[in-house]
Every structure is written in C-alpha cells, then in structure tokens.
C-alpha cells in the first residue's frame, strides 16, 4: 500500500503574529514554524498503518518554499519513507490542491488534516478528491484498512458516522485518530538521508488573491463584578453587551 500525507507548514499557536508592507505581507521574523496540527493526527495514522503493514510506503508532500523543508524533514524523522516538495507558495486552496492532485496519482491512501491552522479554509481535502474523481471525506476520526476497503468513523453535526469506502479515497484527520509521534534520535539521523524531491509547481490559475491582512481588534478592559450583585450583570449584559 501506498500512502501520501499532505503536511502544511504553519506558524506555531503561540507565535505572535504581524503584517507588514500595508497589511499585505505576513511578517515570519521569529515566528516558529510547526507540522499544521491536523497533519499530524494524518501523519501519526499513516505510520501506524505503515508498522500494521508490511511492504506499505509513506510519502509526504507539501506546498511550500525552501524554508518548508525542516518541516518536512521533521516528517521524514517521524517515519515517512520519503517527501515531495513542490516549489511554490500555498496562497490559495485550490492551487494547493491542483498539485497535489498532480502527484497523488497511484497512491491507494492520500491523508491530510481536517484544515491548516494558518487559512482554516477546510476545503483541500474535497477539491483534491474532485480532481482524481475519487471519494473525500472529512473530518475522519478514525480508520481502518480491511483489504480494499477503509472503515470509517467521522464527526457530523450532533453525533459521529460510520462510513465504508473503497481505496483510493482522501481524508481529512482529526482527533483522535491517532497520538502525535514525537521523532526518536535515530528517526532524526536517518531523516537526513532520506529522499527529498523537489519539483516546480503545474501552471494552475490561481482563485484567490489576498488582499490585505488585519489582526482582530485589541480585547477591552475586563470588568469585575461581584458574585452577589447579579443584578448589576445582568444590566451590563443588556445595556453594553447587548447579548440578552
């Protein structure tokens, strides 16, 4: 079996976050950059799979400029077999899909996080599903091989499905399909040899152009009011709040 992981490469929850050049440019100075968290979860399972299995093969693809590629190394430390790096910069989701869709073909299992935690968009999954014609289903919590078929269960509105589908097939993970794996001194050493292509992006018209970026307005001053005077709460919720 054949496996592709889609890894982003994204700023770290705890980064402070900045623009420059008039809000149009994401400022990276000293911003840590992490595997999307979702990914993750992806990843974690395809190694799972990949020890459950003999002969099964883990790739790992992302979208990214060089600066990407400790982020995928880290990938390859945690036990992919070998990564794809395609020259570009990710701005747009169905850009990002249009290329992975062009070297997804021939893997049996392509996995990826729910969304990346830096656009959120959450629509990766299904467009790359669309452009192989093949099923996509998100967000998956947990999944089994059984021969050529995968089982299943995903969180829906009000409850969790149980789904079957036939290989090939995208998912978008979540938690707790697996526990996030934590690369071992050998898996860093051998991460260094292992194969890492690079390869130049397929001429795709890009859909969205970012405009500007604004950071959410400041948090006002907190206001304490005393556990005893409900009254008063209850009129500030009304009259400044405005939420009853």
Aim: net charge negative.
């Amino acid at each position: 079996m054949k496996i592709l992981v889609c890894i982003s490469h994204v700023p770290d929850t705890t980064s402070k976050i900045n623009f420059t050049e008039n809000g149009t440019k994401f400022d990276t100075t000293g911003v840590q950059f992490i595997i999307g968290p979702y990914d993750d979860y992806a990843l974690a399972r395809a190694i799972e799979l990949k020890e459950a299995n003999a002969g099964t093969l883990v790739t790992v693809i992302n979208i990214g400029l060089a600066e990407t590629e400790s982020t995928i190394r880290k990938a390859l430390a945690i036990g992919a077999d070998d990564a794809i790096r395609v020259n570009a910069d990710p701005t747009d989701s169905f850009f990002v899909a249009s290329q992975i869709a062009e070297h997804a073909k021939g893997f049996d299992l392509i996995l990826m996080g729910r969304e990346s935690i830096d656009y959120n968009g959450g629509v990766v999954h299904a467009m790359v599903g669309e452009l192989l014609g093949i099923p996509s289903l998100s967000p998956v919590m947990k999944l089994e091989i059984d021969g050529s078929k995968v089982k299943m269960e995903r969180e829906i509105e009000g409850g969790h499905e149980n789904v079957e589908a036939n290989l090939p097939l995208v998912a978008g993970c979540q938690e707790p399909i697996a526990e996030w794996k934590i690369p071992n001194m050998r898996g860093i050493m051998s991460a260094r040899t292992k194969p890492l292509k690079v390869v130049e992006p397929k001429a795709v018209d890009k859909t969205v152009v970012v405009q500007k970026f604004e950071l959410p307005p400041a948090k006002g001053a907190i206001r304490m009011i005393s556990a005893d005077n409900v009254a008063e709460l209850v009129t500030l919720l009304k009259t400044e709040a405005k939420v009853l």
